[in-house]
C-alpha cells in the first residue's frame, strides 16, 4: 500500500511538476480555448428562448357510442365500423394534427419564418425540417401535451405556440364534424332502412292477424279452454241427466228425447269449437293454434327488435347531428404560452466549464508529453531520436 501510494503521488507531482515547467504554454491552452467559447455564448452565438403550453388531450364523446355498444354488445365494433374513435384514438388524431405538415407550414406563412430565419435554401421541406427542429410535442407524467417552440425572439415563439393551439383545436374540430357527418350519413342510411322494413312487418302482422282471426294468443287461448271446458261440463251435466231419464221412463219420453237434442247441440258445439268454426268470435282452433302462436310471436319478436333497432339508430342519428354542429374547444390549456426571456441556449456555464475541462485536460497533455520527450532527449534515447526527426521534417518543410 504505501509503494502505491507512493507511485501514485509521484504520478501526480510529476504532472503538476510538467505543468508548471511549461506554465506560459500551459496556461495559453488553457485560457485560449476558454476565452473562445466564453465570447462565443456571450457575443457571437444568439441565444435561444423558450416558449411552452400545457394542454389536455381532447374528452371522450359523450357516450356516443355506449349506448349502442351496451344494447347490442358491439360498441367496439360499431365504432370500428363507424369510424367513431375513442378516447386514445382522439389523443392520437391531436398528435398528428400537431405533427402535420400543414400545421407547421401555416406557421411558417403566419410569421414569415423564410425571412425570420433567413433560409437561403431552394426547397420547402428544407425550411419544415428547421422549423421541426426548434418545435416540440411530448406527454408529461400527468398525460397532458407539453408543446414548445424555440426561437431567438422569445415574444415570436409565445406567438407561435398560441397560433398552433388555435389551428390544431380548429383542425380537430374540423376532424370531428367530418367523422361524426360520416356517422350521421350511416346512420340516417340505416334508420331509413330500417323505418321502411318496420313499416313492413308491421303490415304484414296485421295481415296475419286478420286472415287468421288471430290477434292476442293469451287472451284468446285461455278464453278458448274456459269456452271448451264449460260446453264439456255442460255435455257432462246433459249425459248424467239422459242416463237417469233413460232409467226412470226409458229412451220414448219427450224428456229424453229433449235432452238428446240438447246433448247433440253441445257437441256440435264443441266439435265446431275444436274444429275452429268460431274464429271470428275470438276462438282458436286448438290444432292450429301451436303452429299460429309460433308464427305470431316470432313476428311479434322481429317487429321489436326493428323497434328497439330504430329507437337506436334514432337516437344515435340525433347524437350525431349534435357533434356535427358543436365547435367547442376541445383541448383546454393548462397552462398557457408565455413571454419566457430566461435563455435556454446557448447554457453558459456548463459550455464554459466543459471548454475549461478539455482546455485544462489537452494543456496537460501536451505540456506533460513536452517534458517526457525533454527527459528522453537527455537520456539519448531511440524516442528522441525519432522526436529530432519528426522536426527536421518540419524544418525542412
Known amino acids: 500500500m504505501q509503494q502505491e501510494s507512493a507511485g501514485i503521488i509521484e504520478v501526480c507531482l510529476r504532472l503538476v511538476n510538467n505543468n508548471l515547467k511549461h506554465f506560459k504554454l500551459f496556461l495559453a491552452i488553457l485560457l485560449l480555448p476558454t476565452l473562445f467559447a466564453f465570447v462565443l455564448v456571450m457575443w457571437v452565438i444568439k441565444p435561444a428562448y423558450s416558449a411552452t403550453a400545457v394542454v389536455t388531450p381532447p374528452s371522450s364523446s359523450q357516450g356516443s357510442l355506449s349506448g349502442l355498444g351496451s344494447m347490442l354488445s358491439g360498441g367496439a365494433g360499431m365504432g370500428s365500423l363507424l369510424g367513431f374513435s375513442g378516447n386514445d384514438e382522439e389523443a392520437n388524431a ?54 414548445y417552440v424555440e426561437d431567438k425572439d422569445y415574444k415570436l415563439a409565445a406567438k407561435m405556440v398560441s397560433f398552433m393551439l388555435e389551428k390544431a383545436d380548429s383542425a380537430f374540430n374540423a376532424f370531428k364534424t367530418k367523422q361524426a357527418r360520416q356517422s350521421r350519413e350511416y346512420f340516417q342510411s340505416r334508420l331509413d332502412s330500417c323505418e321502411q322494413k318496420l313499416d313492413s312487418l308491421l303490415r304484414d302482422f296485421v295481415k296475419f292477424q286478420v286472415d287468421n282471426n288471430f290477434y292476442e294468443p293469451t287472451i284468446q287461448m285461455e278464453s278458448t279452454l274456459k269456452y271448451l271446458s264449460a260446453l ?59 303452429e299460429l302462436s309460433a308464427e305470431y310471436f316470432r313476428r311479434e319478436a322481429e317487429i321489436r327488435i326493428q323497434e328497439t333497432l330504430y329507437k337506436i339508430l334514432r337516437q344515435q342519428n340525433e347524437e350525431m347531428r349534435l357533434e356535427e354542429a358543436k365547435m367547442l374547444t376541445n383541448l383546454h390549456i393548462l397552462v398557457p404560452p408565455w413571454e419566457n426571456d430566461k435563455k435556454v441556449y446557448p447554457l453558459r456555464g456548463v459550455t464554459l466549464l466543459f471548454a475549461f475541462a478539455v482546455s485544462f485536460l489537452l494543456a496537460t497533455i501536451v505540456c506533460n508529453l513536452l517534458g517526457f520527450l525533454e527527459v528522453e532527449n537527455a537520456r539519448g534515447s531511440s524516442v528522441a531520436g525519432e522526436w529530432k526527426c519528426f522536426k527536421r521534417f518540419f524544418k525542412k518543410s
Open 232 to 290: 264439456q261440463a255442460k255435455r257432462e251435466e246433459v249425459s248424467i241427466e239422459m242416463a237417469y231419464e233413460k232409467a226412470d221412463r226409458g229412451e220414448k219420453s219427450k224428456r229424453y228425447d229433449e235432452l238428446s237434442k240438447r246433448y247433440q247441440g253441445v257437441n256440435t258445439a264443441l266439435s265446431g269449437t275444436l274444429k275452429g268454426r268460431h274464429e271470428s268470435l275470438g276462438m282458436v282452433a286448438l290444432k292450429k293454434s301451436p
Open 94 to 147: 391531436v398528435w398528428t394534427i400537431f405533427n402535420s405538415w400543414e400545421l407547421h407550414d401555416m406557421v411558417i406563412k403566419e410569421f414569415n419564418l423564410a425571412e425570420h430565419y433567413k433560409f437561403d435554401g431552394h426547397f420547402h421541406a428544407d425550411l419544415l425540417k428547421l422549423f421541426r427542429k426548434n418545435f416540440g410535442i411530448e406527454m408529461n407524467k400527468e398525460d397532458m401535451f407539453v408543446i
